[in-house]
């Protein structure tokens, strides 16, 4: 019975081995246990002693499981002797050979050589079968086999060329020696010696190929004759240029695998190979560190960061700045090793060595982190300094907290002392927005006659429509939440006021709620729209002057505008608007619609006007876990300039006739004037008659 993980009995099956010690005479505790591995195969219901199969020195021994193998048809496993006692795995595993019917390996005998080959042969019955099945030992031969290499490879020297390129090349000499003895085996071997160079490493990584084919293994074909007397076979090989691979550290190893050769009709002699079939041995690469040989490395870092802190929503670039040092010996495939937090991306990395200022550098996952590895040198040598400076770009801040974290580490190969202390770049996450108000007049200006008609609630009480429009734009990078927006418009909806309120247009989400209801006289809003006019900066300023009153003696000619804005003493409009969150790129508007009011203006026929509202905004919060840089908040002027025309009169036709006569007595005059200065005669040139007199 056997145990399984969840604890529950198996019948499996199991044989115990017990070695008498020598001088004594009691059995102690089991040296070895042989477990089933089939649920009811009855794992040693039948054992039997096999005799030397192998002709080791040490008896072999048959264990059956008679409802195992496949089908439950039975098994019988075969475990070889050895000094120790026995294989804990078995050689060779026989399974039924008959179709139907199970209880192979019920009864077993061994050690009987049936055939007179010298080695002993095997019967196994199987009682659901009715039948015995006959296994006749073959031939073992015993191989020896020898791999001879140099225990060190120096890249300096360079005594070998390759054949094609002419390229010099370090090479060195691999020997393969195999030798065979056993027991009524043929006069001639025929063997198969698979040769491998750095088997350890992938094919295309290999360090070290044959110099003749540039291969990384080959097959010898042996042939060993009647002297049983080892064969050897020496080949060369070379070691690539440093420059074509990274691990120069790590030990070659080379390997022979020894087989018996096929047949001309593929078959395999009926022999069994034995002993040190498979051998493999090491050579190394000679390294500048000095005469131990090992070279102990001293990597170390230090860094910063520019373009912190970080802000949630924009696109951030960060640049790590990095100092790499080795103060100690050579450090062997040192790179640079940068794990990034979630949201970073790597862009690209420089380095302050002339003609390598572009590092080698690839991102790949280390236990789900993004790690970039940044080559510094095979070796990187004593006494090297680098300064290396990494982009990397964040986005997705908005669960990453109060800051995120790189790692920084210099690694390396060497057995001792092979990397850097580890480096953490705390880089603090924060929310900042820039909300922008913008404020314009539609028109902006507006030209109205001194004297307008005073009839009230009639289409010719209502002048020229206004608008003024405020937009809220945020420009980012984060997102706002909270934003409050106050207007103050100078007038109501009274019929007293200078400017009728209308109505108040929202766009982008916001909402607001004026403290005067307007359009009380319940006008139709589809006033049409004035003529746009050319727009002048609403953020602008003047010095408040007096309002001319009613009742107070009118002047005879038009004064200079008068400021007209929300003031304690006259009437105002006051809206409060609310947003609850604006994100990166949003606008909202407000628009509120009037109209001058005709009855007003009459009161003041020679007075212009600068009609001004006022709008502020301010920001309660930014909706992260983070602290904010700031809080947004600002304000804006848009004005509207009122200009009044005096009315055209017809001139006076006494006016004109008197200027006729006027004008015409002026001419006269001058003609005279010219007249008498002799203006108007000509001289005459003199004639032939008075030349000769």
């Not at 009855?42 to 195992?68: E, K, M, Q, T």
């Not at 440093?242 to 001309?264: G, M, Q, W, Y």
């Not at 009169?649 to 006494?654: A, E, F, Q, T």
Request: proline share 7%; hydrophobic share 40%.
């Amino acid at each position: 019975m056997e145990s399984r993980t969840d604890r529950k009995l198996a019948e499996v099956g199991r044989v115990y081995l017990f070695l008498q010690p020598r001088g004594s005479h009691a059995l102690g505790t089991p040296s070895l246990l042989l477990t089933g591995t089939q649920l009811y195969g009855r794992f040693g219901s039948a054992i039997a002693p096999l005799g030397d199969l192998n002709r080791d020195g040490y008896n072999d021994v048959a264990v059956a499981a008679p409802f195992g193998g496949p089908g439950g048809r039975g098994q019988v496993q075969v475990f070889l002797g050895q000094s120790e006692g026995l294989s804990s795995r078995p050689s060779q595993v026989l399974d039924s050979p008959f179709s139907t019917g199970s209880g192979f390996g019920f009864s077993l005998r061994g050690a009987t050589d049936i055939d007179d080959n010298g080695y002993p042969d095997l019967l196994v019955g199987a009682y659901g079968s009715d039948k015995v099945a006959v296994y006749r030992a073959q031939p073992v031969v015993m191989i020896t086999v020898q791999l001879l290499v140099q225990d060190s490879l120096n890249p300096a020297v360079k005594d070998c060329v390759l054949p094609q390129t002419k390229t010099p090349v370090s090479c060195f000499n691999i020997q393969v020696c195999v030798g065979a003895t056993g027991h009524n085996i043929p006069e001639k071997l025929r063997l198969n010696a698979e040769l491998q160079l750095d088997r350890q490493k992938p094919r295309q990584g290999r360090r070290v190929l044959l110099l003749n084919s540039q291969q990384a293994g080959t097959t010898l074909y042996l042939v060993l004759g009647g002297k049983r007397s080892p064969i050897c076979h020496t080949t060369k090989a070379f070691l690539r240029d440093e420059a074509d691979f990274r691990d120069k550290l790590s030990p070659i190893v080379l390997s022979v695998n020894v087989s018996l050769h096929a047949e001309t009709d593929g078959l395999a002699p009926a022999l069994v190979l034995h002993g040190d079939t498979h051998v493999q041995e090491q050579t190394r690469i000679i390294l500048d560190c000095g005469e131990d040989d090992l070279c102990v490395p001293q990597l170390q870092l230090s860094a910063n960061v520019m373009g912190s802190p970080l802000l949630i929503g924009a696109d951030n670039v960060l640049e790590l700045q990095m100092d790499a040092a080795n103060d100690g010996e050579g450090a062997y495939e040192a790179e640079l090793a940068v794990h990034l937090p979630p949201g970073a991306h790597y862009m690209r990395a420089l380095s302050n060595i002339e003609g390598f200022e572009r590092l080698i550098c690839n991102q790949k996952k280390e236990n789900e982190t993004k790690v970039v590895l940044c080559e510094l040198g095979n070796p990187m040598k004593r006494n090297v300094r680098l300064g290396i400076t990494m982009l990397v770009s964040v986005e997705n801040l908005e669960e990453a907290g109060e800051h995120v974290s790189f790692w920084l580490q210099i690694r390396s190969k060497n057995s001792q002392n092979p990397n850097s202390e580890i480096v953490l770049l705390d880089v603090p996450v924060r929310a900042e927005a820039h909300v922008e108000l913008r404020g314009s007049s539609f028109p902006a200006f507006l030209v109205v006659a001194a004297e307008e008609g005073n009839r009230e609630n009639s289409s010719d009480s209502w002048g020229p429509k206004v608008e003024h429009t405020y937009e809220l734009h945020n420009n980012g990078p984060s997102t706002v939440s909270g934003l409050h927006l106050s207007l103050h418009i100078p007038g109501q909806s009274q019929p007293s006021d200078l400017l009728y309120i209308l109505d108040i247009q929202l766009q982008g989400g916001l909402r607001c709620s004026p403290e005067s209801s307007p359009n009380l006289l319940k006008l139709d809003r589809g006033l049409p729209t004035p003529t746009p006019s050319p727009i002048y900066p609403a953020h602008h300023k003047r010095e408040r002057r007096q309002v001319f009153l009613p009742g107070s003696k009118q002047p005879s000619s038009l004064q200079d505008p008068v400021l007209v804005s929300c003031h304690d003493s006259e009437p105002c409009t006051v809206v409060q608007c609310e947003l609850q969150e604006m994100v990166r790129g949003q606008r909202a508007m407000v628009t509120v619609q009037a109209f001058l009011w005709l009855p007003s203006l009459r009161q003041r026929p020679l007075e212009q006007f600068v009609l001004q509202s006022h709008a502020w905004f301010n920001v309660s919060s930014l909706p992260y876990s983070v602290p904010a840089l700031s809080l947004p908040s600002g304000e804006a002027l848009v004005q509207t300039q009122l200009l009044r025309a005096l009315e055209e009169r017809d001139i006076p036709l006494w006016w004109v006739l008197v200027g006729v006569l006027g004008g015409l007595l002026l001419l006269t005059l001058l003609v005279l004037a010219m007249w008498k200065i002799g203006f108007f005669k000509r001289n005459r040139p003199p004639l032939e008659e008075d030349e000769e007199e």
